[in-house]
């Protein structure tokens, strides 16, 4: 049993580069999460979908875009990168109590 | 939204050892976690505990839901409880959890 899936562990981009996050969840749950993690900051809330075809923003959206793709994926992308996105970032899924988080990925902006 | 604040900040304790840790909320929930961030970043949950007491070994946990604090206790340390611990609060309706910023836990043998 898988949990959360999330891909590329590390990345390293320049400045104004793009990329995706992907994130896959095999339990079947219908909401699914991005955070992002900043030291000494907790976890943030970049977005959310509480179901397949509906996403919505959270605490900290700016320069981020995302994609309910179906029940299963939720992937994050960076369209212009910059350093101030240099952070960790946790996709995660819930149903009902408890959310179950993937790996992490950590990307550096330079 | 709602302000999660976890004290303290930093804790390093003596193997064996024991320790509280504190989660206070500024509104009404109806889902409240505990998670363990081990060294390499991966997060476990420990306890959904919106209410009452739950005992996992040497892990336990309150919550007071109508002060709007969680306390989370270990006991006999070891140097594997090392790590932060996070708090988490949701409320209904509403998808979004709501994260304080941890407890870093240091266990030295």
């Known amino acids: 049993n898988a949990g959360v899936t999330q891909t590329p562990k590390f990345q390293v981009l320049k400045t104004g580069q793009s990329m995706t996050l992907q994130c896959a969840q095999d339990m079947n749950h219908n909401s699914m999460y991005w955070y992002r993690q900043d030291p000494g900051m907790g976890l943030r809330l970049i977005y959310y979908?509480?179901?397949?075809?509906?996403?919505d923003k959270g605490e900290v959206p700016n320069g981020y875009n995302v994609s309910r793709l179906n029940k299963r994926e939720f992937s994050l992308r960076l369209e212009s990168a910059a350093p101030s996105q240099t952070s960790v970032y946790f996709c995660?899924?819930?149903?009902?109590?408890?959310?179950?988080f993937g790996e992490g990925s950590w990307l550096t902006v330079v | 939204g709602i302000q999660v604040e976890q004290s303290p900040p930093d804790l390093i304790l003596q193997e064996g050892a024991n320790s509280t840790l504190r989660c206070n909320f500024s509104?009404?929930?109806?889902?409240l976690q505990w998670f363990h961030q081990n060294p390499w970043g991966q997060l476990i949950n420990l306890f959904y505990i919106p209410s009452g007491t739950k005992q996992n070994g040497r892990l336990s946990a309150t919550t007071v839901a109508t002060e709007r604090y969680s306390l989370l206790y270990i006991s006999s340390s070891q140097t594997t409880d090392s790590g932060v611990y996070f708090c988490a609060v949701k409320r209904s309706p509403g998808n979004q959890f709501y994260f304080g910023t941890g407890t870093s836990l240091t266990v030295i043998p």
């Open positions: 995660a899924s819930s149903e009902g109590y408890t959310i179950y």
């Open positions: 979908s509480a179901s397949e075809g509906t996403t």
């Open positions: 509104d009404s929930v109806n889902n």
